[in-house]
Protein backbone atom coordinates (compact mmCIF):
# COMPACT_ATOMS: atom_id res chain seq x y z
CA UNK A 1 0.00 0.00 0.00
CA UNK A 2 1.17 3.37 -0.37
CA UNK A 3 2.50 5.54 2.39
CA UNK A 4 2.48 9.42 1.67
CA UNK A 5 5.31 11.33 3.60
CA UNK A 6 4.61 14.66 3.52
CA UNK A 7 6.37 17.52 5.83
CA UNK A 8 4.67 20.86 5.98
CA UNK A 9 1.36 22.15 4.12
CA UNK A 10 1.72 26.09 4.36
CA UNK A 11 2.61 28.44 1.35
CA UNK A 12 6.53 28.32 2.13
CA UNK A 13 8.45 28.32 -1.04
CA UNK A 14 10.47 24.80 0.43
CA UNK A 15 10.60 21.64 -1.76
CA UNK A 16 9.10 20.14 1.20
CA UNK A 17 5.77 22.01 1.81
CA UNK A 18 2.80 21.47 0.17
CA UNK A 19 0.04 24.24 -0.27
CA UNK A 20 -3.02 24.12 1.31
CA UNK A 21 -5.14 23.66 -1.73
CA UNK A 22 -3.05 21.28 -3.53
CA UNK A 23 -2.64 18.83 -0.52
CA UNK A 24 -7.12 19.26 -0.30
CA UNK A 25 -6.70 18.43 -3.59
CA UNK A 26 -4.95 15.40 -2.97
CA UNK A 27 -6.98 14.51 -0.33
CA UNK A 28 -10.21 14.56 -2.26
CA UNK A 29 -8.33 12.18 -4.96
CA UNK A 30 -7.60 9.77 -2.20
CA UNK A 31 -11.23 9.96 -0.60
CA UNK A 32 -12.77 10.23 -4.31
CA UNK A 33 -10.72 6.99 -5.60
CA UNK A 34 -11.92 4.99 -2.72
CA UNK A 35 -9.26 5.17 -0.46
CA UNK A 36 -9.03 4.40 3.28
CA UNK A 37 -6.17 5.92 5.84
CA UNK A 38 -4.85 3.57 8.42
CA UNK A 39 -2.47 3.97 10.93
CA UNK A 40 0.56 2.10 11.27
CA UNK A 41 -0.58 0.11 14.42
CA UNK A 42 -3.62 -0.64 12.52
CA UNK A 43 -1.43 -1.81 9.65
CA UNK A 44 0.87 -3.92 11.43
CA UNK A 45 -2.47 -5.60 13.45
CA UNK A 46 -3.60 -6.86 10.30
CA UNK A 47 -0.09 -8.71 10.32
CA UNK A 48 -0.89 -10.60 13.88
CA UNK A 49 -4.37 -11.29 12.79
CA UNK A 50 -6.42 -8.32 13.93
CA UNK A 51 -8.89 -7.77 11.64
CA UNK A 52 -8.53 -6.97 7.38
CA UNK A 53 -7.59 -4.36 5.43
CA UNK A 54 -9.90 -1.85 3.32
CA UNK A 55 -9.39 -2.73 -0.21
CA UNK A 56 -7.69 0.44 -0.99
CA UNK A 57 -5.33 1.50 2.06
CA UNK A 58 -3.53 4.32 2.48
CA UNK A 59 -1.28 5.61 5.29
CA UNK A 60 -0.38 8.90 5.47
CA UNK A 61 2.32 10.50 7.21
CA UNK A 62 3.78 13.96 7.87
CA UNK A 63 7.88 14.33 9.22
CA UNK A 64 8.76 16.46 11.78
CA UNK A 65 6.12 17.86 13.85
CA UNK A 66 5.13 21.29 12.31
CA UNK A 67 2.46 23.18 13.88
CA UNK A 68 0.37 23.63 10.13
CA UNK A 69 0.33 19.72 10.51
CA UNK A 70 -2.35 20.75 13.42
CA UNK A 71 -3.89 23.84 12.25
CA UNK A 72 -3.75 22.99 8.07
CA UNK A 73 -3.03 19.50 7.41
CA UNK A 74 -5.46 17.91 10.06
CA UNK A 75 -9.03 19.91 9.04
CA UNK A 76 -8.50 19.50 5.22
CA UNK A 77 -8.16 15.01 6.30
CA UNK A 78 -11.45 15.38 8.41
CA UNK A 79 -12.97 17.22 5.60
CA UNK A 80 -12.45 14.07 3.76
CA UNK A 81 -12.72 11.66 6.21
CA UNK A 82 -8.72 10.90 6.63
CA UNK A 83 -6.30 10.45 9.49
CA UNK A 84 -2.27 11.00 9.43
CA UNK A 85 0.77 9.74 11.63
CA UNK A 86 3.25 12.35 12.53
CA UNK A 87 6.74 11.66 13.04
CA UNK A 88 7.86 14.01 15.58
CA UNK A 89 10.74 15.67 16.89
CA UNK A 90 10.68 15.27 19.92
CA UNK A 91 13.35 17.80 21.14
CA UNK A 92 11.61 20.18 19.04
CA UNK A 93 8.41 20.49 20.22
CA UNK A 94 7.12 23.98 21.38
CA UNK A 95 9.75 25.49 19.87
CA UNK A 96 8.94 27.87 16.86
CA UNK A 97 7.02 26.26 13.98
CA UNK A 98 6.77 23.22 15.51
CA UNK A 99 3.43 21.67 17.33
CA UNK A 100 3.16 22.54 21.54
CA UNK A 101 2.66 19.09 23.87
CA UNK A 102 -1.31 20.33 23.73
CA UNK A 103 -1.97 20.40 20.11
CA UNK A 104 -0.17 17.16 19.85
CA UNK A 105 -2.37 15.77 22.76
CA UNK A 106 -5.22 17.37 20.43
CA UNK A 107 -4.14 15.44 16.95
CA UNK A 108 -4.30 12.39 19.06
CA UNK A 109 -7.88 12.75 20.12
CA UNK A 110 -8.69 13.32 17.12
CA UNK A 111 -7.33 10.05 15.52
CA UNK A 112 -3.54 11.31 14.43
CA UNK A 113 -1.38 8.35 15.65
CA UNK A 114 1.91 9.92 16.87
CA UNK A 115 5.37 8.34 15.63
CA UNK A 116 9.03 9.51 16.54
CA UNK A 117 11.47 11.06 14.15
CA UNK A 118 14.58 10.92 16.81
CA UNK A 119 15.11 13.41 19.74
CA UNK A 120 17.73 15.93 17.36
CA UNK A 121 17.06 14.97 14.00
CA UNK A 122 20.40 14.01 13.18
CA UNK A 123 21.58 11.31 10.47
CA UNK A 124 21.49 8.14 12.55
CA UNK A 125 23.80 6.48 10.67
CA UNK A 126 26.40 8.95 11.23
CA UNK A 127 26.70 8.93 14.90
CA UNK A 128 28.04 5.63 16.57
CA UNK A 129 25.61 2.47 17.73
CA UNK A 130 25.60 3.72 21.37
CA UNK A 131 24.61 7.27 20.53
CA UNK A 132 22.30 5.87 17.88
CA UNK A 133 20.36 4.05 20.88
CA UNK A 134 20.17 6.74 22.96
CA UNK A 135 18.56 8.68 20.08
CA UNK A 136 15.97 6.23 19.84
CA UNK A 137 15.19 5.41 23.15
CA UNK A 138 15.34 9.29 24.30
CA UNK A 139 12.40 10.17 21.57
CA UNK A 140 10.90 7.67 22.41
CA UNK A 141 10.88 7.91 26.32
CA UNK A 142 10.04 11.61 25.96
CA UNK A 143 7.43 11.12 23.61
CA UNK A 144 5.33 8.23 25.68
CA UNK A 145 6.05 10.39 29.15
CA UNK A 146 4.51 13.67 27.60
CA UNK A 147 1.61 11.85 25.44
CA UNK A 148 0.43 9.16 27.72
CA UNK A 149 0.73 6.70 24.85
CA UNK A 150 3.05 3.94 23.30
CA UNK A 151 5.21 5.37 20.87
CA UNK A 152 5.75 2.08 18.57
CA UNK A 153 7.32 3.46 15.08
CA UNK A 154 9.79 6.23 13.37
CA UNK A 155 10.88 7.38 10.58
CA UNK A 156 14.76 8.15 9.59
CA UNK A 157 15.84 11.62 9.79
CA UNK A 158 16.89 12.27 5.95
CA UNK A 159 16.16 8.96 5.67
CA UNK A 160 19.73 7.46 6.74
CA UNK A 161 20.36 4.62 8.61
CA UNK A 162 22.56 1.48 8.39
CA UNK A 163 23.10 -1.87 10.61
CA UNK A 164 23.83 -1.01 13.78
CA UNK A 165 20.33 1.41 13.28
CA UNK A 166 18.28 -1.75 12.83
CA UNK A 167 19.80 -3.40 15.83
CA UNK A 168 19.23 0.05 17.75
CA UNK A 169 15.61 -0.16 16.92
CA UNK A 170 14.83 -3.59 17.71
CA UNK A 171 16.95 -3.25 21.44
CA UNK A 172 14.60 0.13 22.08
CA UNK A 173 11.23 -1.35 21.61
CA UNK A 174 10.33 -0.29 17.83
CA UNK A 175 7.72 -2.15 16.25
CA UNK A 176 8.35 -0.54 12.56
CA UNK A 177 10.18 2.38 10.64
CA UNK A 178 9.60 3.95 7.84
CA UNK A 179 12.20 5.03 5.02
CA UNK A 180 13.00 7.65 2.21
CA UNK A 181 13.11 4.70 -0.30
CA UNK A 182 10.29 4.91 -3.30
CA UNK A 183 7.81 2.43 -3.33
CA UNK A 184 5.15 0.43 -1.61
CA UNK A 185 4.87 -0.07 1.81
CA UNK A 186 4.09 -3.89 3.29
CA UNK A 187 4.90 -5.75 6.55
CA UNK A 188 6.01 -8.77 4.65
CA UNK A 189 9.58 -7.67 4.52
CA UNK A 190 11.97 -5.70 6.53
CA UNK A 191 9.26 -3.86 9.00
CA UNK A 192 12.19 -1.42 9.92
CA UNK A 193 12.55 -0.75 6.15
CA UNK A 194 8.95 0.59 5.51
CA UNK A 195 9.03 1.75 1.86
CA UNK A 196 7.25 5.55 1.51
CA UNK A 197 5.47 7.79 -1.42
CA UNK A 198 7.80 10.92 -1.34
CA UNK A 199 5.11 14.51 -1.76
CA UNK A 200 7.22 17.72 -2.30
CA UNK A 201 5.67 20.32 -3.81
CA UNK A 202 4.19 19.73 -7.22
CA UNK A 203 5.31 21.52 -10.30
CA UNK A 204 2.42 19.97 -12.46
CA UNK A 205 -0.48 20.23 -10.15
CA UNK A 206 -2.59 16.92 -9.38
CA UNK A 207 -1.19 14.85 -12.25
CA UNK A 208 2.11 14.68 -10.76
CA UNK A 209 0.43 12.99 -6.86
CA UNK A 210 -1.45 11.00 -9.46
CA UNK A 211 1.98 10.12 -11.35
CA UNK A 212 3.96 9.62 -7.94
CA UNK A 213 1.14 6.98 -6.52
CA UNK A 214 1.20 4.88 -9.80
CA UNK A 215 5.07 4.98 -9.61
CA UNK A 216 4.63 3.61 -6.39
CA UNK A 217 2.66 0.85 -7.71
CA UNK A 218 5.31 -0.05 -10.51
CA UNK A 219 8.05 0.24 -8.06
CA UNK A 220 6.19 -2.52 -5.68
CA UNK A 221 5.08 -4.86 -8.74
CA UNK A 222 8.79 -5.06 -9.91
CA UNK A 223 9.75 -5.88 -6.13
CA UNK A 224 7.21 -8.44 -5.91
CA UNK A 225 9.09 -10.28 -9.01
CA UNK A 226 12.82 -9.98 -7.57
Same mark, same amino acid.
Given at each position: ????? !????????????????????????????????????????????????????? &????????????????????? %???????? &?? *??? &????????????????? @????????? %??????????????? *???????????????????????? !??? !????????????? !?????????????????? %???????????????????? @??? @????????????
Amino acid at each position: MPILA !YHQVSSLPEIYSVDANEFDQQMQYLAEHGYTAISLGELFATKQGGGKLPSRPV &VITFDDGYEDNYLTALPIMEK %YGMKGTVF &VI *AGQ &VGQTEYMTWEQLKAMQQ @RGTEIGSHT %YSHVALNEISPPEQL *AELVRSKQVLETNLGQRVEFLAYP !YGQ !YDSATIAAMQQAG !YTGACTGRPGLGTTSGDV %YQLNRVNIPRPKYGLGEFRL @RLL @RAQIYGKLASLW
